[in-house]
């Protein structure tokens, strides 16, 4: 009897860790593929701000002499927002998917 109770004890085990298994799976999945676009979305927000920052220091001198230094500092600002408005949720995501895989690293038997 009580050998049987122990099997059944297993079986339920390996039941429940499948599914986590299974869960984990589909989550370590849509994962990736978020990621990535996300990580895409903030490759293609930065070349902006790169392209600016260059732009700006070639014209300098004439932003100077025009007076429109704080034009060029408010679009400066508004790209770095743009790019961190994509940079965000990838790092939230990954922070998210780090607690999951935690959690799944501590449920190992």
């Given at each position: 009897m009580a050998l049987i109770n122990f099997l059944l004890l297993i079986i339920q085990f390996l039941l429940c860790w499948f599914a986590v298994c299974v869960v984990f799976g589909l989550l370590q999945r849509f994962y990736v593929a978020t990621s990535r676009q996300l990580r895409r979305l903030e490759s293609?927000?930065?070349?902006p701000i790169f392209s600016h920052f260059g732009e700006t220091v070639l014209g300098a001198s004439t932003i100077r002499a025009l007076g429109h230094q704080e034009r060029f500092i408010l679009e400066s600002e508004r790209r770095v927002d743009d790019n961190q408005t994509c940079y965000y949720p990838g790092i939230a995501a990954n922070r998210c998917a780090d607690i999951y895989f935690y959690f799944f690293v501590?449920?190992?038997p």
């Amino acid at each position: 009897m009580a050998l049987i109770n122990f099997l059944l004890l297993i079986i339920q085990f390996l039941l429940c860790w499948f599914a986590v298994c299974v869960v984990f799976g589909l989550l370590q999945r849509f994962y990736v593929a978020t990621s990535r676009q996300l990580r895409r979305l903030e490759s293609v927000s930065r070349s902006p701000i790169f392209s600016h920052f260059g732009e700006t220091v070639l014209g300098a001198s004439t932003i100077r002499a025009l007076g429109h230094q704080e034009r060029f500092i408010l679009e400066s600002e508004r790209r770095v927002d743009d790019n961190q408005t994509c940079y965000y949720p990838g790092i939230a995501a990954n922070r998210c998917a780090d607690i999951y895989f935690y959690f799944f690293v501590l449920m190992k038997p």
